[in-house]
């Protein structure tokens, strides 16, 4: 038992007043976070939150929590905490993640129940008080592209055409992130994030880094998800499925309609620049290599809007060149 995890049992003791639990380890995510599922003596289960105070900000959890909350989300509730540790004992909301169940037959009511829950947090959740999705922001992520994937991982290097062309992309990605209409972006509103619940499904998870930012941030991440992908003309489907939903929730206007499939389609494709950028990051910083089979899936969204988006041709072509690279490592 390491020294952290000791301190986290003897919190515990004293928060649940007994000795006679159990702590099991679970999957941790993509963070420095790391989570223990608690069960007591009587069968009673809650899952502990490690968050080291140095690196993860528990009180910004609780806040968004609380927040979300407010509104008839479902998020975990907080029995006890301790921010100076970093410790939080919270509701267990399960052990089915939306990834393990969504199939053919559930899908149209797990992301009907998951568009429904999205409505409500960007037509309720106060966002203004948020940090800004800026520019700086959207930029900075792009550029994990190129720093973590392209250059660390694969050694791959850009002539001067292939990286000014990379950079007017990415700034044309950012346009398109700035001009929509801003809301209450949790920024990682997906499968693995997605609990499976009997009542007030879905359960949300993850969403300490919500921001002040695009519309279509996470309508992107939970249709064109980087863990599950499903036929494109059905992505669209629910995708405008969701505009509808928007309007009549007074996220969007119908004037909008013009602009909504190039906001979302442009809005993917930074976030799977993002995204793989993240995945080789956490391979050669944090020593996480399972996430490196999800970079084809995460480009692939890319290389589908090519025909559509002309002014991607670039960008395409060398993410053909990272599918080749990514196939001999």
Known sequence: MTEREAALQAWLGERLGAEDFKLRLLCGDASFRRYFRVEGGSGERWIAMDAPPEKEQSDTFVEIAERLAAHGLHVPRIHAKSLAQGFLLLEDLGSVHYLDALDERSAGTLYGDALAALATIQSCVPNADLPPYDRAMLMREMALFREWLLERMLGLSLDQGEAAALDRICALLADNALA??????????HSRNLMVCDSANPGILDFQDAVNGPVTYDLVSLLRDCYIA????RVRQWAW??????CRSGILRSADKPAFQRWFDLMGVQRHLKAAGIFARLDARDGKPGYLKDI???????LQLEDEYPELATLCRLIERVLVALARV
């Open 180 to 189: 929509q209409p801003t809301v209450c972006v949790l920024r990682d509103y």
């Open 241 to 246: 499925e969701y505009f509808d939903l928007a």
């Open 230 to 233: 499903w036929p494109r003309a």
């Open 296 to 302: 084809p899936r995460t480009l692939e969204y890319v």
